[in-house]
């Protein structure tokens, strides 16, 4: 008997055995993926999420919801990169990047206190 991915697929990333899980946000199957894996205290810690520069929120203006989730999961656990450009990326100064991140931190500590990792 066949088993579907949907089925097992949380139940294998959430195994203590599982350290680190990359995910390539490719299509919109993929971006359904991170919002549900972001949300699973279990395995967001453990994400390495690669996204294009031209969606990655330090490297272009926000302006989507998935965008948006970018910056959240990135100031919770640190791990979004920009990949597969083929294009350089511009990089904001420290002076634009402190704010926006402190901001988001801001936003988290207030709206849910218990999804910050120390």
């Known amino acids: 008997m ?6 097992l697929e949380v139940d294998v990333l959430e195994r203590s055995d599982v350290d680190l899980v990359f995910l390539s946000i490719e299509s919109w199957g993929a971006a359904t993926e991170f919002g549900q894996f972001s949300s699973n205290p279990k ?9 294009r520069p031209e969606y990655h929120p330090v490297h272009s203006p926000a302006g989507s ?4 989730l970018y910056l959240t999961h990135l100031v919770r656990y640190g791990h979004v990169y920009p990949v597969d450009g083929g294009r350089q990326a511009p990089v904001p100064s420290a002076k634009a990047l402190i704010p926006m991140l402190a901001e988001r931190h801001r936003e988290i500590k207030a709206f849910r206190p218990l999804s910050i990792t120390k």
């Open 2 to 7: 066949e088993i579907g991915p949907s089925v």
């Open 43 to 51: 395995i967001a810690p453990k994400l390495r999420v690669l996204v």
């Open 65 to 68: 919801y998935l965008t948006d």
